[in-house]
């Protein structure tokens, strides 16, 4: 049995309120009040698991995605201090943004030179040790590759070709002349050749510069072949050895370059140290 705490009769079993003044009775707010508790109690628990189920989708959606230069942890992307060492990293990482292709709009990974969709150049790359250092090694590569392949017209000079050929060509028409006159008909011209476009484009600076000094002296030699027989036999002689023995052109041309690329390529060194020798002794 319950009394009423307001009028202080006795509430029968099963009553909600007082008969006399309509209290509700005092097991009945008891009640109510461990309901109501329990259902606050009920309403903080669900509360505290939807703020643990955001703190782990939040904890899911960080990734391992920086490393610490200090220390060289791995760390979430939204840490501004490392775990580890205490480092600051909004400083290290305040430039890492995101590159795109003034282009085509594609998404540019790291240390890439070129988009990869399109081919244009990114132009706006941050300067990485990296990328510095592979572009460095590039134009070194470069450098060094032209350096030792230069090209036709860079390799030409026509102080190391003129010289040469105009000692190589008195050489000849001396040697024509004494070959000539020794009875050895147009062979002589052929001596002349090897013995002068041999030595003299030798020590040239490159086999371009000495094929075109032998082309040289094949040339004008070959124009001089019958000029050169009438030196030494006459005038008559030489129109003679025109008309039955010929012009031997195109051959003294084609000797001259062959001759002076193949000396210039195995003889150098030999015939550079003769030649330095000679100019000691004089």
């Avoid at 305040?94 to 988009?115: H, R, S």
């Amino acid at each position: 049995m319950v009394k009423c705490d307001n009028c202080g009769i006795t509430i029968p079993e099963g009553m909600e309120s007082c008969p006399n003044c309509g209290k509700p009775t005092p097991i009945k707010a008891d009640e109510d009040q461990e309901v109501q508790s329990d259902e606050n109690q009920k309403a903080e628990s669900n509360e505290s698991q939807e703020i643990k189920t955001e703190e782990e989708q939040n904890s899911s959606e960080q990734t391992l995605t920086r490393t610490c230069k200090n220390c060289g942890a791995r760390i979430y992307s939204d840490n501004i201090i490392c775990p580890l060492c205490g480092n600051r990293l909004d400083e290290e990482y305040e430039e890492e943004e995101e590159l795109k292709c003034e282009k085509c709009g594609t998404q540019i990974p790291e240390n890439t030179l070129f988009c990869p969709t399109c081919g244009t150049k990114v132009n706006n790359q941050k300067d990485t040790g990296y990328s510095r250092e592979y572009s460095t090694n590039i134009n070194d590569n470069i450098k060094t590759r032209e350096e030792s392949n230069p090209s036709i017209g860079k390799k030409i000079n026509l102080v190391s070709i003129i010289i040469p050929a105009v000692i190589a060509l008195i050489m000849s028409i001396v040697l024509s002349i004494i070959g000539v006159w020794l009875e050895l008909s147009w062979y002589a011209y052929i001596i002349a050749i090897i013995i002068s476009v041999g030595f003299c484009a030798a020590p040239i600076d490159n086999e371009i510069n000495a094929t075109i000094s032998g082309f040289i002296v094949g040339l004008f030699l070959g124009i001089l072949e019958s000029p050169l027989f009438g030196v030494v036999y006459g005038s008559f002689a030489a129109e003679l050895y025109e008309y039955y023995v010929g012009t031997h052109l195109i051959t003294l041309i084609i000797l001259g370059v062959v001759v002076a690329f193949l000396s210039n390529m195995f003889l150098k060194k030999p015939v550079t140290n003769i030649v330095t020798k000679i100019k000691k002794m004089m």
